[in-house]
């Protein structure tokens, strides 16, 4: 199982980190281990290498077959339900590595550092569009960001097809589609609540 990311998916999210990655027309991804998950959810521990680690709410996108260089009016074959996940960033350590031209992986792959919701939504149970679905992260019951899968800049279907282009996708890869605007650090003894179409789907505590 693997974990991809696609970065700058919601033009909003982009101008407030346009100091960290350029702009692409075609859809930006990285990866993150099976070691990132934080699964059931069991509370988020900020890590000791980082003062700045951020929330990123994303629509997480489980993929249910094999596929390779996959066309884009077929990339719709390839899930049937999706969940919703914090790509938890060093934003720090982010910084750095960008400003120095380096990869990001320190600052996006470290342990748990994706927190994936325990259940996933069958596609067909939320109206069957993935492009037309809403979502929202609250931090101690006030809403800091919300999503609407109609504003990203890559469809699932497009970023499905670029990233098959270089790497076969399988059963249970996870796909995590992006952030929209409102990403902030978070602090010990805060309790992150990620709903999608008003279903509480994450639930659990930083520390
Ligand atoms: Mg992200």
Redesign the pocket.
């Known amino acids: 199982m693997k974990i991809i ?3 700058r998916n919601y033009s909003d999210h982009a101008a407030e980190l346009s100091n960290i990655a350029a702009g692409s027309d075609e859809p930006v991804f990285f990866m993150k281990p099976d070691t990132a998950l934080l699964r059931n959810n069991d509370p988020f521990y900020i890590p000791r290498f980082s003062n700045e680690v951020h929330y ?1 709410c ?1 629509l997480v996108v489980r993929i249910n077959r094999v596929g390779r260089a996959i066309e884009e009016r077929f990339a719709h074959r390839y899930y049937d339900e999706v969940g919703l996940g914090i ?1 938890f ?1 060093a934003r720090d350590l982010q910084r750095r590595a960008a400003e120095a031209g380096l990869p990001w992986e320190a600052a996006k792959a470290f342990d748990r550092s994706a927190a994936l919701s325990p259940e996933f939504v069958p596609l067909a149970e939320l109206g069957g569009d993935v492009q037309r679905l809403h979502f929202e992260l609250l931090v101690d019951g006030e809403v800091r960001q919300r999503g609407d899968t109609s504003q990203m800049l890559s469809s699932v279907d497009r970023i499905i097809s670029h990233v098959s282009k270089f790497i076969t996708l399988k059963m249970g890869d996870l796909i ?1 589609t ?2 929209p605007a409102g990403v902030a650090a978070v602090h010990p003894g805060e309790v992150l609540v990620a709903r999608l179409e008003g279903r509480t789907l994450l639930d659990f505590d930083v520390r």
Do not use: L
């Open positions: 990311c696609i970065a990123e994303e790509d960033t995590y992006g952030t």
